[in-house]
């Protein structure tokens, strides 16, 4: 899988967009961007993943360049709740590779401030 | 729906004593994962199991064993802690399918400590 690069934290004013970053390089073309955040050393949380087409859901949008060396996560609205570490994983998503396992890095540590 | 649920929610060992972690899913998936978190660190995959019947190493395999006793249930074994296995232990399920959506589904997590 393709290893990626976030910026170890960022800060977000309350009711702003925060936009996190992430730089894949080295994705193939079957890869898949996949983003998960973890709020206070809970179980990871799904939030979105994407291929090669921009996605939106209700809990926030995904942008992946056209070359789909780099993505952005954006909280359109971010809320205090929204305080957590944010990973960005890419891996390939076929039915048939074992486990389909998940390969967690640094990720970003978000704090929405007041 | 209780989704991923994992127990115990903490636990203390000594050096030596031995303990299963178990998880227990009911999404009807076939894919379930250990992982380990230590503090300020990501997750690091421990063992995963793709279908019920099959077990294989993640990238920290050493010091544990795994039972994928039917495809509800997928368990951790701690045969000799040792103070380095003091983690938070974190379950995980996924469908793969056909999927591809395959996100991951994770439990609250076992807060261990070995003294």
């Known amino acids: 899988d393709a290893k990626t690069t976030q910026p170890p934290s960022m800060d977000c004013a309350e009711g702003r967009a925060a936009n996190l970053p992430c730089n894949h390089s080295?994705?193939?073309?079957?890869?898949?961007v996949y983003w998960y955040r973890q709020i206070h050393s809970q179980g990871p949380q799904y939030i979105i993943h994407?291929?090669?087409n921009n996605e939106t859901n209700e809990m926030a949008s995904l942008i992946i360049t056209e070359d789909r060396k780099s993505s952005t996560l954006i909280l359109p609205h971010a809320t205090l709740r929204d305080t957590a570490v944010y990973y960005c994983?890419?891996?390939?998503?076929?039915?048939?590779?074992?486990?389909?396992?998940?390969?967690f890095g640094g990720g970003t540590r978000l704090m929405v401030k007041p | 729906n209780a989704g991923v649920t994992q127990t115990p929610k903490f636990q203390v060992l000594k050096t030596g004593q031995s303990m299963t972690l178990q998880c227990a899913q009911d999404?009807?998936?076939?894919?379930m994962y250990w992982y380990r978190q230590d503090p300020g660190m990501g997750l690091r995959l421990i063992y995963y199991?793709?279908?019920?019947?099959?077990?294989d190493k993640g990238e920290v395999p050493n010091g544990y064993n795994v039972s994928r006793l039917n495809k509800r249930e997928f368990s951790l074994r701690l045969e000799s802690a040792a103070p380095s296995q003091t983690s938070v232990y974190f379950c995980?399920?996924?469908?793969?399918?056909?999927?591809?959506?395959?996100?991951?589904?994770f439990g609250q997590g076992t807060r261990l400590t070995v003294v």
């Open positions: 999404m009807n998936h076939n894919s």
């Open positions: 199991s793709a279908s019920e019947g099959t077990t």
């Open positions: 995980a399920s996924s469908d793969n399918r056909g999927s591809l959506r395959a996100e991951a589904f």
């Open positions: 994983i890419v891996r390939v998503s076929t039915p048939r590779r074992a486990g389909n396992m998940l390969t």
């Open positions: 080295t994705i193939s073309g079957n890869e898949y």
């Open positions: 994407g291929l090669k």
